[in-house]
C-alpha cells in the first residue's frame, strides 16, 4: 500500500490535536484525511466510507474512545478496520485495556512526528519512506 | 523551602519540559519553584486539572497571552482560525499532557494518581481554584516569548 492511497479517520475532541496530526499525515503523502470531534461523528463517517485507520483519542466526552473502539469491533463490516489508540496515560492497566478491547497499537502524548509516522507503518505495512 | 516541595515540583518540571519541546519545538527553561500567595492566575489563559488517588490535589498551567500565542503558532503554523477557540484548547490539552507525564514521573516515586479532564479558565484577573488551605508551588518558566506558569497542589504536603 501507498501512503497515497490510505485513507485515515483522525477521532479527537480537540481541533488542536487533529490539526497537529492531520498536518503529521499530510507531511508523508496522505492524502485523504476525515476528522471527527465525537465517537458518534466518527462512527457515522466509518459506515458511510471505508477507511484503512483511525486515530482515535482515548479521553472524549459522550461517547469515549474506548466505547467506540468496542462499537467498530462488534460491528461485522468495521470489526477489521485498524485502530490506533492515542492517550495521555502511559499505564500499563490503561494499554492492557485497550489493547483487549481491540486497539491495533496505542501512542502516548505528546508524541513526535517521527513516533506517528513508524506506529502508521506498522500498522499498515507500508515503507516509512512511502 | 521546604525539600518535599522541590522534589514533588521535579516530576512536574520534567513532564513540563518534555511536553512542550516535543509538541510545540520550545524550550521551556524552569525558574525556581516557589509558594504561591492567593489565587489569582499569574497568566492570561489558565487550565485546572483535578486529581484522585493516593492523594488529592490539582495542577494548572498558566499562560501569559504571548506566550500562548507564541506555543500555538508553533503547534500549528498558519492552520489557526478561531485564535481565542484554539488558544483555550491548546492550553487544555497541553494541561493534559503534561498532567499525564507529570503522574508517570509520580507514579516513579511510588505516588499513584487519575485526573479528571481540565478546565479552562480565561479573562482579566481570573482566579486558579485549588483546593482550599493548602499549599500551591509554582513554577514559573521562560520562553522566547514570555512566561508561563505550572502550579500544584497536594495533601500530605508540609504545611
Known sequence: MKTGDVRILVVDDFSTMRKIIKAMLKRIGIKFIDDAEDGKVALD????QPYNLVILDWNMPNMSGLDLLR?????????????????????ESQIIIAVQSGASNYIVKPFTEATLIKKLCAILKIEETG | MHDDYL????????????????MAFVEAIPG??????????PGDVSAIIGFTGDRNGTMALSFTKKCAIFILKNMLGDDIQDIVQDIKETVG?????ISGQSRVNLSQMGINLQAAIPTIILGDNHTIEHMKNRIIITTPFSTPQGEFFVEFSLEQLPQ
Do not use: C, Y
Request: cysteine-free.
Open chain 2, 7 to 22: 522534589t514533588l515540583a521535579k516530576p512536574f518540571i520534567q513532564a513540563t519540559q518534555h511536553v512542550l519541546s516535543t
Open chain 2, 32 to 41: 525556581t519553584p516557589f509558594i504561591k500567595k492567593g489565587l489569582t492566575a
Open chain 1, 71 to 91: 462499537s467498530i469491533r462488534t460491528d461485522e463490516k468495521l470489526k477489521h478496520v485498524p485502530v490506533l489508540m492515542v492517550t495521555s496515560e502511559a499505564k
Open chain 1, 45 to 48: 463517517l466509518l459506515k458511510s
Open chain 2, 93 to 97: 490539552e497541553l494541561t493534559n499532557m
